[in-house]
């Protein structure tokens, strides 16, 4: 997800892995022990997974993603690693059955979970998965394109005050309701196919006043629909929990988020795992009551100048680290 979306005009390198070196400083104490597994909860292009694996020679990955099309580059791309890794076609929410799938229990065996949330280079950079509001494209927006209702779907069914309520909560969008009711409207002669109706329906909508200072008016259009057709924040809620249980004492997790709705619940499930459960205004902490975590970054971590210029994709980012910690019985 991107809170403030990328720049399609000027994309950046494609191959180049967010936040790298950081992610490495983070995760590499707990990858570098003897049978380290690291679990990369979205995988991509495998660029994070190769660069692993490749440093740390004893790794084991468990690599999951809901796309196709990026599991098979993924899996070609990590050929010379191909005796170490299990490839997982599934949602991010799916990891006690993709470690099931690898053998491996769903508590107690990752070593190191990486979570770099929201749409990949690969599906801004084709066109036709219909995820970037600069070029016109079918309104699929499927991280998933085997299943699923598509943008399309979204614009051309939802009621007025389903689709006001997707595009006021996932893309905090002022006027939220406007745009609805002319989607309403519009797909009444005809109903909407491509990304261009969009633009032009929120160009024609959204105050000359607002689209001067507040960016690209499709941006936030575009992003709640997204959000809406791939379940996003429903997965991270879901997967959050799955993620940590399945660390280890002494195991890692990294989590970029890319906007701010994605970010608040990563932020409030890692509060919540580094909190004591000891009832306020007892003296001491009770036994098996303590922590599960403690937090590796002081609040959310974002990318620096150097970064941001390498891999513009970088800019929105918000970076977040725990370790698992043994709770005292």
Known sequence: MREVEVNHEQPGPRHVPVL????DALLGPALSEPGAVYLDATL????HAEYFLRTYPHLRLVGLDRDTSALELARARLAPYADRITLVHTRY?????????AGLPATGA?????????VSSMQLDEADRGFAYSVDAPLDMRMDPTTGPTAADVLNTYSHGDLARVLKTYGEERFAGKIASEVLRRRARKPFTTSAELVELL????????RRTGGHPAKRTFQALR??????LDSLRAALPAALDALRVGGRIVVMSYQSLEDRVVKQELATRSASRTPAGLP?????????????????EKATEAEIEENPRAAPVRMRAAERVEVSR
Not at 203 to 210: G, K, L
């Open 93 to 101: 929410d799916g990891i006690a059955a993709a470690l099931g799938e």
């Open 227 to 232: 959000v809406e057709v791939n379940g996003e």
């Open 20 to 23: 790298l070196t950081r992610a």
């Open 284 to 300: 001491v902490e009770l036994p098996g009551m303590g922590p599960e975590f403690r937090m590796l970054t002081r609040g959310a």
């Open 44 to 47: 991509g292009l495998g660029g």
């Open 203 to 210: 160009y024609d909508t959204i105050p000359a006043a607002t």
């Open 110 to 118: 990752v070593s190191g979970i990486l979570m770099d949330l929201g």
